[in-house]
């Protein structure tokens, strides 16, 4: 066969006569962010992208290719199953358990209640407590979630937000009643409040009292915990809530900008800001637009530190992240089909060179996993580690045409979306006027419409359905949980030195008045068994609450 001349050439020639002969391929290609594929990448994609010297080698700027010389040859990504029920007792068995199973990272969730500052038994509670994470009411309840967990030897992510300054001060004194320094315990707490006014509604206070709370918690762990990550910017939940890969891209830049324009202005280096922010993305079905999004993200992030912020130190110009694959992807129907998806987005989280990893479960549509169904997802990370093949190089799918060209291409349309924003005066500024929000409902209809319309195929909803009358078994929450957590709250109250509580909370009331940070009195408050709910009640005194969504 005679070699074609150009691309456009091969494609007249060989494609089309394919497409006449199965019509029903000739629907448009797109990727889940409604980027059109081609039939074929050639070079001819990649002119004029100056591809060596905007991807260059492992380890080095802009770190397309990795934050890491060898990646995981050197070291296997940390495998952090995220979980947590009921009450910590019942969460620290679960942790042990995962644990022994080979993880080698915690991951805690938490119930509603705990994420919007409420203790167990406040009415605001009732039907809430250990439903959808664990019930963390005081020092006391972190004591017991971390029993026998060495907190020198496991890090620990806390995906916790509002809340975020008291989780970390129950923790900080959790590690130091361990006997743990200070500066040997390592994890993150997610601790971004600007993703909740956008996504998930899980906020407490006003916008700049949260932005405050958030600085505080930076130069504190800047201070105090070098080893720990004191923000993990989340484009994961922007992702669940309806947004598609560009966007995920775009708004969490934004959001970091103004994280590190808050913490400029409190003072805090940018180069130690740089090595401490760390970042939360999400693993879609859509195999190599994720790959590409994750390879975009370490560029946008490099560029923004060096270019934008003057960043000196090279190891602020690294973009480290933690994924977790889709929840919002997975279904009620055929949970089988379940373990399948959540393999591709764990495989694309992977490739794409993520520094940890959360795999869900299969019966996530339907409850909280049980413990086979977590042991699976941890499973599948496992198989991909040790059986794949996919960690034994740096960057594997590098050099291939479809991937490096749509790197490019979200990295340039997340820019786009990213400028918008920056001309409205930054993320504030458009959460205030509903842009972001606006944006996402309508990629989530595009999405929903594409759905129905059967335009994008998901197997066991829309096509390849079955008539399913079985049942699986799922993880139920007794409602005997909230009662525990009351009889313990009222204990430890009538066995506390109640008077050291009032003062500490006293002094943490005059530092949020005097606008001073309040993290070095929290864990005042925290040591002396003041509860979160009393501690969150004290700041919504002094800063108000937020009553209402932005629109």
């Not at 960690?391 to 790197?407: F, I, K, R």
Request: one cysteine or more; a negative charge; hydrophobic letters at 40%.
């Amino acid at each position: 066969m005679a070699k074609s001349n150009s691309k456009s050439e091969w494609t007249e020639k060989t494609l089309d006569p394919s497409l006449k002969r199965f019509p029903e391929r000739q629907e448009r290609f797109i990727t889940s962010s409604e980027i059109p594929v081609a039939p074929l990448y050639t070079p001819e994609d990649l002119e004029g992208s100056d591809y060596n010297e905007k991807v260059g080698y492992p380890a080095e700027y802009p770190y397309v290719r990795g934050p890491q010389p060898t990646m995981y040859r050197g070291r296997l990504w940390t495998m952090r199953q995220y979980a947590g029920f009921a009450g910590a007792e019942e969460s620290n068995l679960r942790y042990r358990y995962l644990l022994e199973q080979g993880q080698t990272g915690l991951s805690v969730a938490f119930d509603l209640p705990t994420q919007i500052g409420y203790d167990s038994d406040s009415p605001l509670s009732e039907g809430e407590v250990g439903r959808v994470g664990v019930a963390i009411d005081s020092l006391e309840d972190v004591e017991t979630l971390f029993n026998q967990i060495p907190l020198d030897k496991v890090s620990t992510s806390m995906t916790i937000n509002a809340t975020a300054p008291v989780l970390l001060a129950m923790y900080v004194v959790a590690a130091k009643r361990q006997g743990v320094p200070l500066a040997a315990i390592s994890g993150t707490i997610q601790n971004d409040v600007l993703k909740e006014y956008i996504a998930r509604g899980t906020y407490i206070f006003p916008p700049k009292a949260a932005i405050k709370l958030v600085t505080d918690t930076f130069a504190y762990c800047v201070d105090q915990l070098p080893k720990w990550n004191f923000i993990n910017v989340s484009g994961y939940h922007i992702r669940e809530a309806g947004s598609d890969a560009v966007q995920e891209l775009a708004f969490t830049m934004a959001n970091a900008v103004t994280y590190i324009r808050a913490a400029l202005e409190a003072g805090i280096d940018i180069d130690h800001l740089g090595k401490q922010f760390a970042f939360f993305f999400v693993s879609h079905n859509n195999l190599f637009e994720e790959v590409a999004k994750f390879r975009a993200a370490r560029r946008m992030w490099a560029i923004l530190m060096r270019e934008r912020f003057g960043a000196k130190d090279p190891k602020s110009w690294v973009l480290r992240f933690h994924t977790q694959t889709a929840g919002s992807t997975l279904t009620a129907q055929q949970p089988e089909n379940n373990v399948v998806r959540v393999a591709i987005q764990a495989l694309a989280a992977v490739l794409g060179g993520t520094q940890s990893l959360h795999t869900c479960a299969r019966d996530e549509a339907l409850a909280l996993p049980t413990e086979q169904s977590a042991q699976i997802a941890l499973r599948t990370q496992q198989v991909i580690a040790y059986e794949s093949g996919a960690a034994d190089t740096v960057d594997p799918l590098a050099g291939s045409y479809y991937v490096e060209w749509l790197t490019n291409e979200l990295e340039k349309r997340a820019w786009e979306e990213f400028e918008k924003i920056d001309k409205m005066g930054g993320s504030m500024a458009a959460i205030e006027q509903g842009y972001m929000q606006r944006q996402i409902t309508e990629a989530a209809y595009r999405y929903q419409r594409r759905v129905e319309e059967k335009e994008q195929i998901v197997v066991g909803v829309n096509r390849f359905t079955i008539d399913e009358k079985r049942s699986i078994q799922i993880l139920r929450v007794n409602d005997e949980v909230r009662d525990r957590q009351v009889a313990k709250l009222q204990a430890l109250r009538q066995r506390r030195d109640n008077s050291a509580v009032q003062s500490n909370l006293a002094a943490l009331k005059e530092t949020a008045i005097r606008g001073d940070n309040v993290m070095p009195v929290m864990v005042d408050c925290v040591e002396s068994y003041a509860t979160l709910g009393e501690i969150c009640d004290v700041l919504r005194d002094v800063y108000g609450e937020q009553k209402q969504s932005f629109v």
